[in-house]
């Protein structure tokens, strides 16, 4: 076979080229530590770290999605513990302000603290958060949620219902609530012990009756029917007699003070000396506003209560602003209790996610990353054979007749 010399001279060159090609590559990965530069090198490996790098962002993302969310949901902690020592010094108002020790006047005093601990509460709930987001407005978070009338009563503006809260992923398949509405909070509350309520609707000029507590003691037996408690005096006692709302008898009996009333599933103490005339509803109990229990205490405490009616009413006011009262406490510590849970899940995620980025990040290295004594020992080898290669072009170079003549 003959060859030419220009074949000779080509086939030298392409050897000194593919080994400069080889030990520039060998150069490149050593420089930057990695073993796939392109995706020709290897591209199984290629498509695994692109799909590992897609994984790698996502999580770091949920990292921060919990770190931007976390102090959000410390803050609504701190406000309902502050919420929560307002409501237990307003407790202790109502009971102080119940005792016959007390005056008009220093019950006024009492009445105006109380005032100043709703107008505290009417700030924590329109708390805002660092970045100047209502805490408690939902995903109308830039609106005021909580806002006052003229006559002073208070309405809820933000969002409700679903979809109402924002939710935040710390994970592909984990979303969790970065807050509360205001009108779960403060505004839609059970009242007494969510299931039944009483008042004094209709009361004579003389009763000193007074609603001491309403429950419930059989609950299989318990209805949504509304009754109405009449009292008449039967020769020397006083009788009770029970109508639903059609106006048929239920019940009936001689009325003693302090003690309950059974009937429907339910059971009334009322105490006091009653009068012809005199109604006590006993009902399924309604929502109530923070804002309302404490403004209808505060009501009765500036009404007094020296004698007669008003003692009775402010004595059942203290007492169902007293299981208000605690109905909203008993709210507060269910909504602590979700949002040291959600905290407790962001810090257990987190430390998932860091888990699995160095994992992650594992895998990857283990796909990509340059073995650096293979690749010393590939590149003297690739420089030796590169050497040999322009050493054997030079030879091969003289290898002319002219050289000869």
Do not use: C, H, W
Not at 120 to 129: E, L, P, Q, R, V
Not at 284 to 298: M, N, Q, R, W, Y
Not at 309 to 326: G, M, P, V
């Amino acid at each position: 076979m003959r060859i030419s010399t220009t074949q000779i001279f080509q086939t030298g060159i392409d050897q000194i080229q593919r080994g400069q090609t080889e030990l520039n590559r060998t150069s490149l990965q050593m420089g930057r530590g990695e073993r796939i530069l392109s995706p020709s090198d290897d591209p199984s490996g290629a498509t695994q770290v692109n799909q590992f790098e897609r994984i790698i962002q996502a999580t770091k993302q949920y990292q921060r999605n919990i770190d931007n969310t976390q102090p959000r949901l410390q803050q609504e902690e701190s406000a309902l513990q502050s919420g929560t020592d307002l409501l237990q010094r307003a407790r202790e108002l109502v009971v102080a302000g119940n005792n016959d020790s007390q005056t008009n006047e220093t019950r006024s005093y009492l009445a105006g603290e109380l005032r100043q601990l709703r107008e505290g509460m009417f700030d924590i709930a329109n708390t805002k958060d660092p970045n100047g987001e209502y805490l408690f407005a939902g995903t109308k978070s830039l609106q005021q949620p909580f806002q006052q009338d003229g006559a002073g009563a208070v309405d809820y503006k933000g969002a409700e219902g679903t979809g109402s809260v924002r939710e935040v992923a710390i994970s592909a398949n984990r979303k969790i609530p970065v807050g509360d509405t205001g009108a779960r909070v403060f505004m839609d509350i059970p009242e007494n012990d969510g299931r039944v309520g009483a008042e004094v609707t209709n009361r004579g000029p003389g009763s000193r009756l007074v609603v001491e507590q309403t429950g419930v003691n059989d609950s299989a037996a318990l209805t949504d029917q509304t009754y109405t408690i009449t009292f008449e005096e039967v020769g020397e006692q006083i009788e009770y007699r029970i109508e639903d709302e059609s106006g048929d008898p239920v019940a009936s009996g001689p009325y003693v003070s302090g003690e309950a009333i059974t009937f429907d599933g339910r059971s009334i103490t009322l105490s006091g000396t009653p009068e012809e005339g005199d109604e006590v509803v006993s009902r399924p109990a309604e929502k109530k506003s923070v804002f309302e229990t404490l403004d209808a205490i505060i009501a009765a405490l500036e009404e007094g209560g020296a004698s007669g009616n008003s003692r009775a009413n402010l004595a059942t006011a203290s007492n169902t602003a007293l299981a208000d009262l605690d109905a909203v406490l008993g709210n507060f510590s269910d909504i602590r209790a979700e949002v040291g849970s959600r905290l407790k899940t962001f810090d257990q995620q987190k430390d998932l996610n860091e888990d699995r980025l160095v994992d992650l990040n594992s895998a990857v290295s283990e796909i990509r990353d340059l073995d650096y004594a293979e690749a010393i020992s590939r590149f003297n080898q690739q420089q030796v054979a590169l050497q040999a290669a322009q050493q054997t072009y030079t030879q091969v170079n003289r290898l002319s007749l002219f050289d000869f003549l």
